[in-house]
Structure formats: structure tokens, C-alpha cells
């Protein structure tokens, strides 16, 4: 599985929204995709797996949804400390492979 | 809260071999899938391998680019996994983070701080 994560660079100000999205360049049980932040010098955070269920202490401006090849990763209003890059990844097959990150920062 | 550790990252010449161990505090990991992570500096996270929990029988499965020179283990409690780097080249210098999954279904929910490799001479 390769994912390919569009758009590269997100440019938006605080209070708007974000639709990242992730490829899969073939069908995927939409159990097994997730979304995580990452912020510079520290560790990824699950935000969603199983495409769509949001991880534990999660706030609910972040949701995902897809199926098959094509999944999002929606944050409704973006808070300051929402400016990160964001991951994809599937976990159905090995290897797991993650897509090539979303950066998401202020304009 | 729980966290898992990262120890036995550094500088490491070509070639040479490295051990990182993963612990925590109340951590175990025989009932989970335990996954390691790299990412190189600058750019993005790249799957090393993981060893699926004692239900799935501990098997190992490993990226394309660690097969054979990688191995992941853990011991015989369950509550120290291993990353064991053999023939290390510079395409290995990254942070290394120990990972684990409380299902098939979960993705990846704990991880570590992340232990540094630089590979040089």
C-alpha cells in the first residue's frame, strides 16, 4: 500500500478549516487508517483510527472519514496549537506504511 | 499516564551494530503489538517492523529496507522490547521511537520520546 498525501503545505489562519487527504493506492478495509499530529521534537499522537474514531482526549474539531482509496482528515476550526504535520497510515498488511505528511501552518 | 522509554541510541560507525531497548513504568508489551518508527531528520515516519502480541504468536514482520539486518524482541516478562540494528549504514541515522498498538484495530497510541541513531564515521 502507498499513500499519498495531498496537499503538501496547508496555509491557513486560526478559526478555519482543514481537509487534508490521503490516497491509498489500492482498496483499504477502512479499519485499518489512521491520523496522527506530530509537532516539531516530539513524538507522534494518534488522533484517529479505523479511518474515523477518534482517539482517547481527541477534541471533536478533528474527524475522519473515508473508505476504500480515499480518506480525510477534516479539523473544523484550527486552534493554535493545531499547526503541526499530520500523518496517514495503514496498518491492515505489512508493511505499514505511513504517507508522506500534510504540514499544516499558519498563513 | 502511561509512557514507554527509549535508551541505547548514539553515534555508531558503518557497519557496526546497536541495541535500543523500550520500557516503562507499568508498560507491557506481550498482549500488544509492539512497533518501532524511525524518521530521518527532516523528513517524514518510516515503519521499521513490529512483533504482534502472544495471541498472533509473537511473529516479527520487518520494512523492505531493515529485513535481515534488523531484529525486534522482547523478554521473557514482556516489559522490555528490543530493537537489535546490525550492518548499520547512514541511510539508518534517525530517531528511533518504540511504539505500541492495544489492537488490531487501534493504531498506534503510545509511543516514546524517541532515541537518536547517527550513523558516521
Known amino acids: 500500500f502507498v499513500l499519498t498525501q495531498s496537499p503538501g503545505t496547508l496555509s491557513l489562519s486560526p478559526g478555519e478549516r482543514a481537509t487534508l487527504s490521503c490516497r491509498v493506492s489500492?482498496?483499504?478495509?477502512?479499519?485499518?487508517l489512521a491520523w496522527y499530529q506530530q509537532k516539531p521534537g516530539q513524538a507522534p499522537r494518534l488522533l484517529i483510527y479505523g479511518a474515523s474514531t477518534r482517539a482517547t482526549g481527541i477534541p471533536d474539531r478533528f474527524s475522519g472519514s473515508g473508505s476504500g482509496t480515499d480518506f480525510t482528515l477534516t479539523i473544523t476550526r484550527l486552534e493554535p496549537e493545531d499547526f503541526a504535520v499530520y500523518y496517514c497510515?495503514?496498518?491492515?498488511?505489512?508493511?505499514?506504511?505511513f504517507g508522506q505528511g500534510t504540514k499544516v501552518e499558519i498563513k | 499516564e502511561l509512557q514507554v522509554v527509549e535508551s541505547g541510541g548514539g553515534l555508531v560507525q558503518p557497519g557496526r551494530s546497536l541495541r535500543l531497548s523500550c520500557t516503562g513504568p507499568?508498560?507491557?508489551?506481550?498482549?500488544?503489538?509492539l512497533s518501532w518508527v524511525r524518521q530521518a531528520p527532516g523528513k517524514g515516519l518510516e515503519w521499521v517492523g513490529f512483533?504482534?502480541?502472544?495471541?498472533?504468536?509473537?511473529?516479527?514482520e520487518y520494512a523492505a529496507s531493515v529485513k535481515g539486518r534488523f531484529n525486534i524482541s522482547k523478554d521473557d516478562s514482556g516489559s522490555i522490547a528490543f530493537l537489535q540494528m546490525n550492518g548499520l549504514t547512514i541511510e539508518d541515522t534517525a530517531v528511533y521511537y518504540c511504539s505500541r498498538s492495544p489492537g488490531r484495530y487501534s493504531g498506534i497510541s503510545l509511543w516514546g520520546q524517541g532515541t537518536l541513531v547517527t550513523v558516521s564515521s
Open positions: 489500492q482498496s483499504l478495509s477502512s479499519s485499518y
Open positions: 497510515q495503514q496498518y491492515g498488511r505489512s508493511p505499514w506504511t
Open positions: 507499568g508498560v507491557t508489551f506481550g498482549d500488544y503489538v
Open positions: 512483533i504482534r502480541d502472544h495471541g498472533y504468536g509473537g511473529t516479527t
